[in-house]
């Protein structure tokens, strides 16, 4: 099961770029844009992308099968996990996910069905005129598919050629996406490009930036002001820097008769793309004086994640990620012979999963990997005084909490600097109307013309 | 006070202080299972970790049994077999600032032993190689300065048995208490007093001040010829306080800047929760200077190599995580498992990395 080689991650390996090769695929791709992306109307990509997203969800999807095939080696994600994981991220795409999408973030205008002409309302005071960036460059992070098919998404929304590069070894999604773009319609994949290599190629990333209108970035601090310093001035920049998420059950739902499904929803977001990114939680607050008591949640998160192995086994991880589980198993299992506030479930024999009780409510960074703190707390505030280091850096919270309690948790966080709450259990699968790090992701992309008239 | 266990450390010390006496394998498994009964009896936080493993001395039969605890572990606990008021000393790891340090206790005992576990193995990989009399130079603060570090207590009793004067050290606190090169300090003790013939220079310091210094010769744009003989002696890592170099990086630009070849340049690795330090040179026999190194601990310490997976030993060529037998370690834990990885090479160890929290795949925050 062999791809077309359509883009410069498709070459083999010892294919070596270079920057010319790099400023000529820029400009191919600005060309085909002119002729085959900007006379195209949104609803039309909407269409699109639904219908490649209908591809994906057949399980004898031919992007799909390579998916599976060559992901567990490739991505590091088991199959069921990539399985699990492309289903939750392509049922989003749907007409009226996207109609929301697109009247959330630029609201009437949205409607036009030709983004180069005045809205088509001009009733409203105001017509406008928007327009993508012409090269639209994404910085990819990691193996982590859903960001990066994200941006490949918003991308087409706003007509731009796009230029995708991956860091080395990790492009297989974003390809295979690309791929089924183009197999629907080669001439819109004609608009894309993905390629590889390590982060930090000088020549290379000088000759794409040069040709570069916005670019969007996912990785640390370090990593984005390096980039950023890189950039012409002229260069919109847009860059995701590091977040954390924690999740929240509150004493109303520790009951027997809901408990089974609260775990579940807990593991679900635990298992999820094995924890990697932004939005898997590291922690897991629980309010005491529930039913059912914090440490027996702990418990039988522990008793659901050693069942899910078996069904979503986690995919193998590199030696220095299971060495950082291997050691803090070590360190909470030699202070749980100490401390009664501390308890440690680990699965036997692998890294593969692991839950650590205590008391101590500050926030820690986990290891990751199916490594979840669960820790009690008296009730909110105290979550925020225990994660107050991480304040800012905070994408999502998810809740385990009734309607009423949701609604007044969610000021609160929102008040705290959260940029995203949700239900537990759905922390990995935002919306398509999902602010990335509370900024609208499709809006930070276009530039509107206004037009002021007296008519 | 515990009789058995100072006889055990006066044994220690004895058999350490004696080169010529190696030890055996056979005599290693029973003096560490020695030591494991000797620890589990007096070391009342020890032997809960042993108990909640079940590994008991009666049930531990061969020393690779015997229970590790982790490095991080000397921060949240007191892993000691001595009293508080045995405790004279007390050994801190170079923690990052706003984390908890690790505390080694010691007692004037305990000290005479790491003092003899320290110099016996230095002694024999340095100085029978070269036959020199150094003038020691180390870039890190004096003692005085540095009462809780592991590291200036060693280069200290270097410098005592060697006879060097006390301006040796040239580091100095920084305003933040963090460790600082004097630099004017270090060009005049290394630059060739003319009225005096040279005297082969002996620089101890940790990676990263060599860093400060090299960079700083590189700014100023200075090269240093030490005198024939002279030799590095370089430790640990860098934990963000210098541009981290690879260690051939590091050697090379030692040996272009201060003149010192490649094979007088000696790595160290060692922590402060250990009292037996590993080099990368073979005893006797001149340094190699291939990369990768491959380090060697004394006799009275082993090394084994565990998979993170499934917590044994891993096969010769494989990455795992160090775990380090000490039987110098009397009064506090012998058997400690550290974060770093290595590959076993022969009866020696090849320094592979460390466990990471980074997330490579992911964009949570770096390890707090």
Known sequence: ???????????????????????????????????????????????????????????????????????????????????????????????????????????????????????????????????????????????????????????????????????????????????????????????????????????????????????????????????????????????????????????????????????????????????HGCLSPHAIYVEERGAVESDRFAELLAIELAKRETSEPRGDIPIEESAAIASRRLIYETLATHRADAKIWSCPNSTAWTVVFEHDTTFRISPLNRFIFVKPVPDAAAVMVGAAEVRGKVSTVGLAASPEKSRELAAHFARWGATRICPLGRMQNPPLTWRHDGRQALGDLITWTDFEHDF | MNREIYRFAARLRDLIGNPQSAISNPQFADLALELFALQYGQNPVYRNICAARNLTPPVVGHWTQIPAVPAAAFKELSLTSLAPDESTTIFHSSGTTGQKSSRHFHSAESLALYEASLWSWFEQHLLQASGLKFQVIALTPPPELAPHSSLVHMFETVRQKLGAAKSAFVGKLAVDGSWALDLEATLDALSPAPLRAPRAALLLGTAFTFVHLLDYLVEQDFRLELPAGSCVIETGGYKNRARALPKSELHALITERLGVPGENIICEYGMSELSSQAYDTAKNSPASVHYPRVFHFPPWARVQIISPESGREVAEVETGVIRIFDLANVFSVAAIQTEDLGIRRGDGFELVGRAQLAEPRGCSLMAA
Request: include cysteine; hydrophobic fraction near 40%.
């Open chain 1, 1 to 275: 099961m062999n791809l077309p080689d359509y883009f410069l991650a498709d070459l083999p390996p010892e294919a070596k770029l270079s920057p010319p090769m790099i400023a000529a695929a820029c400009n191919t791709l600005k060309r085909n844009r002119e002729k085959y992306l900007l006379p195209r109307q949104t609803e039309d990509m909407v269409n699109l992308l639904c219908e490649v997203a209908t591809g994906w969800l057949q399980t004898d999807n031919h992007f799909r099968r390579l998916a599976l095939a060559r992901g567990p080696s490739e991505t590091g994600f088991s199959k069921a996990v990539l399985d699990k994981g492309l289903d939750r991220f392509f049922h989003q795409f749907t007409p009226d996910n996207f109609h929301s999408l697109l009247e959330q973030e630029i609201g009437k205008a949205a409607g036009v069905t030709d983004a180069t002409q005045p809205a088509s309302d001009f009733s409203s005071p105001t017509p406008d005129f928007w327009r993508g960036p012409e090269l639209l460059t994404h910085i990819a992070a990691g193996n982590l598919p859903n960001p990066a098919l994200m941006s490949l998404m918003l991308g087409l929304l706003t007509r731009s050629a796009q230029f995708m590069k991956c860091a080395s070894g990790a492009s297989l999604l974003p390809r295979l996406f690309a791929h089924s773009i183009y197999r629907a319609d080669p001439k819109l994949g004609a608009c894309l490009e993905i390629a590889e290599w390590r982060g930090g190629n000088r020549e290379l990333e000088c000759a794409l930036y040069a040709e570069t209108d916005c670019l969007t970035a996912t990785g640390s601090d370090e990593t984005l002001s390096a980039i950023r310093a890189q950039l012409p001035a002229h260069v919109r920049f847009l860059g995701y820097g590091h977040r954390v998420s924690f999740g929240f059950v509150t004493r109303e739902v520790l009951r027997d008769e809901v408990i089974a499904e609260v775990v579940s929803h807990a593991a679900d977001d635990v298992i999820a793309w094995d924890q």
